[in-house]
């Protein structure tokens, strides 16, 4: 599951290549973690929400403890639950330059960024809604990774070509469920040293959902 990526342009970029209203206040970094702040194309404009839709758990005693982002939402679990109304009537667009995942065996597993050729920026579906845990939040669609990425993880987000824009946001269930597909162009992909759990606030996270 995709629990970093980069989106490394200004809300004023953003909210032009998107033809949308832009808060311009929004606080975001250029790397993005699960449980901080991104930015989120919904209803008209750009703004920041927190990343991952919390989940409370239970403890032994019964106590609830403290919530988990849940960053990423399974295409073939868009109609249950704990996804289904937000997929039925809050879907959105995120921005996304280059998106990460982990290789190598655990304890030393390393960063491979992967992005679109010759964009520096591409829109990533999603879904969002507003919680009492952390007021509005949002989460990655993915579904079955392509062949460029597939050693890496089995599966990757669902990217939008700009003309699936509106029938993603504004499109029916079945409409919009025929866009959540393995991308079928051409990958970048910048195999790193860097090591995946470094300094980062990388938030401990629930299984994909």
């Not at 868009?78 to 655990?106: H, K, M, N, Y």
Request: glycine share 8%.
């Amino acid at each position: 599951m995709c629990n970093l990526y980069r989106m490394t342009k200004g809300t004023a970029e953003v909210a032009s290549l998107f033809a949308v209203e832009g808060d311009l206040t929004a606080n975001y970094g250029a790397e993005v973690y699960p449980g901080y702040p991104g930015l989120v194309v919904a209803e008209g404009r750009v703004r920041a929400m927190t990343w991952g839709f919390p989940l409370v758990l239970k403890g032994k005693q019964g106590q609830p403890l403290k919530p988990k982002p849940v960053t990423n939402a399974r295409t073939d679990k868009l109609d249950t639950p704990f996804w289904r109304d937000s997929f039925a009537r809050r879907r959105c667009l995120i921005p996304v330059s280059q998106w990460a995942e982990p290789r190598g065996a655990a304890g030393r597993m390393m960063r491979s960024w992967y992005g679109l050729p010759d964009q520096d920026l591409f829109a990533v579906a999603g879904l969002w809604r507003s919680t009492a845990e952390w007021a509005d939040c949002y989460t990655l669609v993915m579904t079955e990774s392509c062949l460029e990425m597939d050693q890496v993880h089995d599966r990757m987000p669902v990217i939008l070509r700009r003309d699936d824009w509106a029938q993603w946001t504004e499109g029916g269930f079945e409409e919009a469920l025929a866009l959540c597909r393995t991308w079928p162009g051409p990958l970048t992909a910048d195999h790193t040293n860097g090591r995946w759990v470094d300094d980062a606030p990388m938030a401990e996270q629930p299984g994909l959902l």
